[in-house]
Nanobody
Framework: QVQLVESGGDSVQAGGSLRLSCAAS????????MAWFRQAPGKDREEVAT???????SYADSVKGRFTISRDNAKNTLYLQMNTLKPEDTAMYYC????????????????WGQGTQVTVSS
């Protein structure tokens, strides 16, 4: 069983940067797909970025070129580097994991963190 805990969320001005971390209390297997999702009030949870077990990354069009997903296996931690933040990035950000292959469907994820709030002001 893996438990995920996000951190790094904050309130920042537009154009600023944040790095979110997702630390696992258990071992995150290399064959898991790791992902970041976000959810704004009144909206469905949406995929932000995924990191497949073969190292391939995928990003939502809205964050492509600004966000970078990565992991440090030695530290058992997933990261989301967020640059050039925009007010529309404001949301609760969650890390997630599922076996074998990636899915943009939040309903198929096996493990979830509790979330960390990111607020971007204009």
């Amino acid at each position: 069983q893996v438990q995920l805990v996000e951190s790094g969320g904050d309130s920042v001005q537009a154009g600023g940067s944040l790095r979110l971390s997702c630390a696992a209390s258990g071992y995150i297997y290399s064959w898991y797909c790791m992902a970041w999702f976000r959810q704004a009030p009144g909206k469905d949870r949406e995929e932000v970025a995924t990191l497949a077990n073969d190292g391939v990354t995928s990003y939502a069009d809205s964050v492509k070129g600004r966000f970078t997903i990565s992991r440090d296996n030695a530290k058992n931690t997933l990261y989301l580097q967020m640059n050039t933040l925009k007010p529309e990035d404001t949301a609760m950000y969650y890390c997630a994991a599922r076996p074998n292959y990636c899915s943009g469907d939040y309903r198929t994820q096996k493990y979830w963190g509790q979330g960390t709030q990111v607020t971007v002001s204009s």
